[in-house]
């Protein structure tokens, strides 16, 4: 057993770890803790009082360290039941070279994938949409809009717009687009894929459970039939925290000029 964990949950005095102002050096005791296996994902926090009386600083510095804690996702704070180790996540690792479903995806690491429906239906579509999807006079735009989940653990929030002719029934989707999609001979087989890094708005870090500003990934995907028809554009939000998205590099063949050729 760590001196670590004796000290944070016995009477016995605290030593922080020198260096820098008070709240990091508690910062980094309490993450200390947590790699040594000392608190564990799930364990509660003693309260910030029984904190800052154990580690003789302030509630202030307590508070302040806390905070720092939770923005990076080290603890979760529960309205009215207290401070957590934030549950362990395995991150998850995306080839960005092949064209696959979220559904299928998962299914590759063994996770089991469900989604919540935040809107489906078919819509009058925005100018955007009639230009990206190239929708005839008239035609309606099919919205689906999903927070994609493994078990209890949200994961990315998905949006997508579909010519309504494709998807005149959106609430028949079941459980995966590109199944349905499959199954009328509309999977898409190339997609362009763009990555840009956000902070999560209220509403969005809401959905995914983290805090507001927490780092994301927003992903717009528009994909092509093998007739060149663009068949769905998706903007996708996904936590910064659990993905990692893999490209692999080859060596292109260098022209005369010296210049690398993609
Ligand atoms: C992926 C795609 C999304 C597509 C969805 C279909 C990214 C960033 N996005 O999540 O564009 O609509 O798969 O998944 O990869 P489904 O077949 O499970 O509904």
Known sequence: MSETYETFFSDRPVTLPQGGPLYLQLKRWVEEAIKSGALNPGDALPSERDLALKVDVSRVTVRKAVSHLVQEGVLVQRHGSGTFVAP???????????LT???ED???RGMAVRAEW??????IPSPEETVILGLSSGEKVARISRLRLTGDMPLAIERASLSGSILPEPAAIGDSLYKHLDLSGNRPVRAIQR???????DDDAHLLQVPVGSAG????????LSSGRVIEFTRSIYRGDMYDFVAELRLGEAPANGAIKS
């Open 88 to 98: 362990a996540t395995q991150r998850v690792e995306q080839s960005l070279s092949q």
């Open 101 to 103: 479903s979220f559904t």
């Open 106 to 108: 998962m299914a590759r």
């Open 118 to 123: 935040l809107d489906r239906g078919l819509y």
């Open 195 to 201: 990555i840009r890094a956000a902070h999560l708005n």
């Open 217 to 224: 990934l927003n992903i717009e995907r528009t994909s092509y």
